[in-house]
C-alpha cells in the first residue's frame, strides 16, 4: 500500500509573518522588562504604602461640659468605635470654625498657646501623653487646660482627627457648642 504525502510549496512568502510577529514580541517584552528595572532602580514605589490607620471614629460634643477657660471642662469626645489603634504620638487634632482652623492639638503634648488638651479621661487637666493610643472602646477629650480663656467658645466647630505621617484625615465632624 502506497500512502501519497503532498509535498509542501515553501516557495510563497505565507511564512514571512512568524518572524515579524516574533521580533514585535520580543520588543514588547524587552520594553517591559525596562520598565520593571527602572521602577526598582528608581525606586518609583516608596511611597505607595504610606497609608493611614484604618478606624471607624465619631465625634460627639460636650457643650453641657464646657466653660471656657474652667480646668478640665469638656468641649468635644472622639470615641474609638473599631479599626487599626490611633498613636497619639501620630496624629493631630484640629479645631476649625467657618474654614479656619482656630486650634492644633498635639494629643501626645497638650495644644500649645490653646489652653485646650486632649485628655484620656472626662475633667482631666494633662494630655494623654505620646506613647498613648485610641483604642477600640475607649474614648479622648478634647478639654480646657485651666491656664486661661480657651481659644473656643459658643458656636459651631469642625473637629478633624489627621493622621500626621499620611496626612491622611481619620474624621472631619461637625458639633454645636453652646
Not at 48 to 67: H, K
Not at 75 to 84: L, N, P, T, V
Request: hydrophobic share 40%.
Amino acid at each position: 500500500m502506497k500512502i501519497d504525502i503532498p509535498e509542501l510549496d515553501l516557495s510563497d512568502d505565507s511564512r514571512g509573518v512568524s518572524p515579524v510577529i516574533g521580533v514585535i514580541l520580543m520588543v514588547a517584552i524587552t520594553v517591559i522588562l525596562a520598565a520593571v528595572i527602572g521602577a526598582f532602580v528608581l525606586d518609583l514605589g516608596s511611597n505607595l504604602g504610606s497609608t493611614g490607620p484604618t478606624a471607624q471614629l465619631t465625634v460627639s460634643d460636650a457643650s453641657a461640659d464646657f466653660a471656657t477657660g474652667t480646668a478640665g471642662s469638656d468641649f468635644a469626645y472622639i470615641e474609638h468605635k473599631g479599626g487599626d489603634a490611633i498613636v497619639a504620638s501620630e496624629v493631630k487634632v484640629l479645631i476649625k470654625q467657618g474654614g479656619e482652623t482656630q486650634v492644633t492639638l498635639n494629643p501626645a503634648s497638650g495644644g500649645a498657646s490653646s489652653n485646650m488638651i486632649v485628655a484620656g479621661s472626662s475633667s482631666s487637666t494633662s494630655s494623654v501623653g505620646a506613647s498613648s493610643e485610641l483604642t477600640v472602646g475607649s474614648t479622648w477629650y478634647i478639654s480646657a487646660d485651666g491656664t486661661g480663656t480657651s481659644a473656643v467658645s459658643d458656636g459651631e466647630y469642625t473637629i478633624q482627627v489627621v493622621h500626621t505621617p499620611s496626612q491622611s484625615i481619620l474624621i472631619s465632624s461637625k458639633v454645636q457648642i453652646s
